[in-house]
C-alpha cells in the first residue's frame, strides 16, 4: 500500500408531527396506486385475477341475496299485515333458504379474500425485501435515516396496506352494485313526491332517490371535514410505536451493559419519553377519532327513522301498506348505505392511507440508495469496480459522512495500493477516517469521492470490532454467511480448539441468541474462526482483537499468519502489541490548513 476519517454520523432529528403541508398527512391516491399496481401487471397476475375474480363474483351474490331479502321483506309484512298465517309459514321457509345461501357465500367470500390477500402481501413482502437488500439499501437508509424503522414498515404496514386496499375496494365494489340494484327498486316504489312551490306545482319523481344523495353527500362532506387531520395522526401513531418498540428491543439485548451500569433509571427514563409520545399523540387521535364517530353515530341513527320519516305521509295516506313501507325502508337503507361508503369507511380509509404514505417513504429511501449506487462514478460518490490487476486500489480516494457531501471532507485525498501478502496497520487518532476507510474499501461507503478498484476473482472480508453474530444454532453462527451444512462438524470442532473455544464444540447445534450469551472476547475469536473458514485474499481487521488479552491477541494473529499465509492482512488497533504481526504502517496524520482535518500518510512501523 503506497499513499500520496472514524466519524460516527449524526442521527437524525425525528420528524415532526405531519401536518397538512406534509404530504405524508394527506390522501395521497395516485401515488398509492402507484405502489398497488406492481403486483397486478406481476408474474402473479393470473393467479391474483382468478382469485380476484371469484372474490368480486361472491361479493354480487351477496348483492343479489340482499335483493332476494328485499323482496322477501315486502312479502313478509304484508303477511303480518293480513294475519295470512299460511303464508307467514312459507316466508319462514324462505328465509331459511336465503339464510343458509348468504351464510355459505359468506363463509367462501372470506376463504377467497383471504388468499388473495396472503398472496398479495406475500409478492409484496419479497418485492420490498429484494430492494431494501438490494445494493446494500439497509446500510444506507440506516446511515443517512431518510426512513425510520424500515422493519416495521415491511411487516406491519405491507399487512395493513394489502388487507385494507382489499377491504376498502371490495366495499367501494360492494356499494356500487347495491346501488344500482337497489336505486331502481328505490325509485319504482318511493313514487313522485308534488309539492306548490311558488305558485307552482312541483313533482319530484322518485324523490327518495334524491333524498338518499342528499343525505349521504352531506355526511360525507362533514365526515371529511371532521376526519381529515386523522391521517397525519395515524403516521405519527405509527412511528412513535416503533420507536417505542425500538428502545425496548435494544434494551433487551445490551441488558447486561444496562446491568453493569445500574442504568436503569436513565432507560426507564428513555422509555417513558418515548412513550409519552406515543400518550401526546394518542390525545389527538382521541379528540379526532371522537368527533368523528360522533358525526357518524349521528349519522346512521338518524338513517334508520328517516326513510320512515319521509315516506310516512303516503302510508297514512293509504298509497302505502305495510310491506311496501318496509321494503322503502329496506331499500333506502341500501341506497343510503351504498352512497355511504365514504363516510362508513373513513377511519379505515385514513389509517390505510396512513400506511400507504409510510410504504411510499420507504420506496422512495430505496429508490434513492438504488440511485446512488447507479450514480457512483467518483464524481457522485465513491465509485467501486472491479479490475485486472491484482491489487485493491483507490484513487483519489476522499471521506465525506452523510449529510456533508458539499462540504470540508474528513480526509484527504490519497492514493492507496494494497497487494497480496502485504500486512498493514492502520493507526491514528479516533474519529480521525480508519473504520470509514475500511468501509470505503468495502464498497458500503458511498459518501466522498475517487475511485476503488477490487482484484476480479478476489474475495476480500472484512471483521469489525463488534462482529455480526446471528441467531440460531452455533454453527450457522461460526459458518455465516455460509450455511452450517456446507461443512463437517468435525472440522468445526476443530476450528473452535484452534480459537480457544473448546467449552464451545459440544453445543455446535444448539440454538440461542449468541450475540447475547457469548462474551465479547468469544465473539471476536468466533470472528477469526470464521476468517479461517472463509479463506479470504484480503483480510481486514477493524479492532478486532480489542475484546482480548494480550496473549489470546498473539495466538489469533498467530492463526491467521499460519492459515492465511498468503492473504493479505490490513488491522485498525490502538494496541501496540498489534504491531509486531505487520510490516508496513498507514497512519492518519491531524493536518491544519488543509482540504480536511485528517491526512493518511505511510510511516515507520514502531513495533510494541
Not at 193 to 212: E, K, N, Q
Not at 256 to 267: F, P, S
Request: charged share 20%; proline share 5%; with cysteine.
Amino acid at each position: 500500500m503506497t499513499t500520496q476519517n472514524d466519524a460516527s454520523p449524526a442521527l437524525p432529528a425525528a420528524p415532526g408531527t405531519p401536518g397538512t403541508a406534509d404530504p405524508r398527512g394527506r390522501l395521497r391516491l395516485a401515488d398509492s396506486w402507484r405502489l398497488l399496481k406492481p403486483y397486478w401487471v406481476s408474474e402473479d397476475r393470473k393467479a391474483a385475477l382468478s382469485l380476484l375474480a371469484v372474490v368480486v363474483g361472491l361479493n354480487l351474490a351477496v348483492v343479489a341475496v340482499n335483493v332476494w331479502l328485499n323482496n322477501w321483506n315486502r312479502v313478509f309484512y304484508n303477511t303480518l299485515e293480513s294475519r295470512d298465517f299460511p303464508g307467514f309459514k312459507t316466508a319462514l321457509a324462505q328465509f331459511c333458504a336465503i339464510a343458509a345461501v348468504f351464510i355459505v357465500v359468506a363463509v367462501l367470500k372470506q376463504f377467497a379474500t383471504m388468499r388473495l390477500e396472503m398472496r398479495w402481501r406475500t409478492w409484496m413482502t419479497n418485492r420490498f425485501l429484494d430492494r431494501w437488500m438490494a445494493h446494500q439499501a439497509y446500510y444506507r437508509i440506516e446511515q443517512g435515516g431518510s426512513a425510520d424503522n424500515p422493519d416495521q414498515r415491511i411487516s406491519e404496514d405491507i399487512r395493513s396496506l394489502t388487507s385494507d386496499s382489499l377491504t376498502l375496494s371490495l366495499g367501494l365494489l360492494n356499494s356500487v352494485v347495491t346501488l344500482l340494484s337497489f336505486i331502481a327498486i328505490l325509485w319504482t316504489l318511493s313514487g313522485p313526491l308534488s309539492f306548490a312551490l311558488g305558485g307552482h306545482a312541483v313533482t319530484v319523481p322518485g324523490y327518495m332517490v334524491w333524498v338518499a344523495l342528499l343525505y349521504a353527500v352531506a355526511g360525507s362532506w362533514i365526515t371529511h371535514k371532521v376526519g381529515k387531520p386523522l391521517i397525519g395522526l395515524y403516521f405519527r401513531q405509527e412511528q412513535t410505536e416503533a420507536s417505542f418498540r425500538y428502545g425496548l428491543v435494544r434494551l433487551r439485548e445490551n441488558a447486561e451493559g444496562v446491568a453493569l451500569y445500574h442504568g436503569e433509571g436513565t432507560e426507564k427514563s428513555q422509555l417513558r419519553e418515548r412513550f409519552e409520545l406515543i400518550r401526546e399523540n394518542w390525545h389527538g387521535l382521541v379528540k379526532y377519532m371522537r368527533r368523528l364517530v360522533f358525526v357518524n353515530s349521528g349519522y346512521s341513527q338518524a338513517a334508520i327513522v328517516f326513510p320512515l320519516i319521509v315516506a310516512a305521509p303516503r302510508y297514512f295516506s293509504g298509497q302505502l301498506t305495510l310491506g311496501g313501507l318496509m321494503q322503502i325502508n329496506s331499500a333506502f337503507g341500501q341506497v343510503q348505505g351504498a352512497l355511504s361508503w365514504f363516510v362508513d369507511s373513513y377511519a379505515s380509509l385514513v389509517n390505510w392511507q396512513a400506511s400507504a404514505n409510510r410504504l411510499l417513504d420507504l420506496e422512495q429511501a430505496i429508490a434513492q440508495a438504488e440511485h446512488d449506487e447507479a450514480t457512483r462514478d467518483g464524481r457522485q460518490g465513491i465509485a467501486v469496480a472491479d479490475s485486472a490487476e491484482g491489487a485493491v486500489t483507490a484513487r483519489g480516494l476522499v471521506l465525506n459522512v452523510p449529510g456533508h457531501a458539499d462540504h470540508a471532507p474528513l480526509t484527504a485525498p490519497v492514493d492507496l495500493s494494497l497487494n497480496p501478502g502485504e500486512r498493514w496497520l492502520v493507526s491514528g487518532p479516533s474519529g480521525s477516517g480508519k473504520s470509514v476507510l475500511f468501509r470505503a474499501l468495502a464498497g458500503i461507503w458511498p459518501y466522498g469521492g475517487g475511485r476503488i478498484e477490487h482484484p476480479a476473482g478476489k474475495r476480500l472480508l472484512f471483521l469489525p470490532q463488534k462482529s455480526y453474530v446471528p441467531s440460531g444454532t452455533l454453527a450457522e453462527a461460526l459458518t455465516y454467511p455460509q450455511p452450517a451444512s456446507a461443512h463437517a462438524p468435525e472440522l468445526l470442532r476443530a476450528l473452535l480448539h484452534d480459537c480457544r473455544l473448546d467449552a464451545l464444540a459440544p453445543r455446535l447445534d444448539e440454538v440461542d441468541n449468541w450475540s447475547l450469551r457469548l462474551s465479547p472476547g468469544e465473539q471476536q475469536r468466533l470472528a477469526f474462526g470464521r476468517a479461517v473458514l472463509h479463506k479470504p485474499d484480503y483480510l481486514f481487521l477493524d479492532e478486532a482483537t480489542s475484546a482480548l488479552d494480550e496473549e489470546s491477541e498473539a495466538a489469533m494473529y498467530a492463526l491467521v499468519r499460519e492459515r492465511l499465509p498468503q492473504a493479505a492482512v490490513v488491522s485498525i488497533a490502538h494496541r501496540s502489541t498489534v504491531a509486531r504481526w505487520h510490516e508496513r504502517q498507514l497512519r492518519y496524520l491531524p493536518q491544519e490548513g488543509g482540504t480536511a482535518p485528517f491526512a493518511p500518510a505511510e510511516v515507520p512501523l514502531q513495533a510494541g
